[in-house]
């Protein structure tokens, strides 16, 4: 059974800080990893992916793979209040039918 | 920025009924996918769709569940003698062809069964 799993939070970051998201995943042959972001359930939409070990950055959000420790992160810049939203990490194996597992999400508070 | 269309954005239904829930892929993407989210838990894998044919199921998706591409945009999910536990947002996904390409994701369908 392939597993995702997040601190459900809520999160509480100031704004302009450093908003922290960790993912930890179960199957060891996972090969695409991405971050979503969903505002109340509906638009849930593409963050980031990231597919081989190390950062990948882009704007001011960060992505983070371990594959050794099977552990993704998603690290947000100068935090906005719209950055308010549960982030979903899910993870695949790679091929093109593969459905996503899903981690149950981590609700973000940026506090204005 | 090309987007994954569906309707309607909320179904109500007497349980026992049949729903179809459509979507309309990224108009270039090949594979196609359907999720649930139960409210309050994770986001579930359906079913894929590549080149007019089941590609990969879960155990969700036993034969109260179908898909179909009935036209060259279309792509939709019907759903037999729907049952309570059957209430759900349901999403719809595409993705490119090649390896590794992430998943599009609509906005959802709110199916209530009643």
């Known amino acids: 059974q392939k597993e995702v799993e997040q601190n459900s939070g809520p999160l509480s970051v100031p704004e302009g800080a450093i908003a922290s998201l960790n993912c930890t995943y179960s199957?060891?042959?996972?090969?695409?990893f991405f971050w979503y972001r969903q505002y109340s359930v509906i638009s849930t939409e593409l963050i980031m992916s990231i597919y081989s070990n190390g950062d990948k950055e882009d704007g001011r959000f960060t992505a983070q793979l371990n594959k050794a420790s099977q552990y993704v992160s998603l690290l947000i810049r100068d935090s906005q209040p719209s950055d308010s939203a549960t982030y979903l990490c899910?993870?695949?194996?790679?091929?093109?039918?593969?459905?996503?597992?899903f981690g149950k999400g981590t609700h973000l508070i940026i506090q204005p | 920025e090309p987007e994954v269309t569906q309707t309607p954005s909320h179904q109500v239904t007497q349980m026992g009924q049949e729903v179809i829930l459509r979507c309309v892929p990224i108009?270039?993407?090949?594979?196609f996918y359907w999720y649930r989210q139960i409210l309050g838990q994770k986001v579930e894998f359906l079913v894929s769709?590549?080149?007019?044919?089941?590609?990969?199921k879960s155990e969700i998706f036993d034969d109260q569940f179908s898909v179909e591409r009935p036209d060259g945009s279309n792509f939709t999910l019907k759903i037999r003698s729907t049952k309570l536990e059957d209430s759900a947002m349901y999403f719809c996904?595409?993705?490119?062809?090649?390896?590794?390409?992430?998943?599009?994701f609509g906005d959802g369908t709110r199916l209530s069964i009643l």
């Open positions: 199957d060891r042959g996972s090969q695409s």
């Open positions: 996904a595409s993705s490119g062809t090649g390896e590794l390409q992430p998943q599009h």
């Open positions: 899910a993870v695949s194996s790679g091929g093109g039918a593969d459905g996503l597992t």
């Open positions: 108009s270039n993407h090949l594979y």
């Open positions: 769709f590549y080149n007019n044919e089941i590609s990969e």
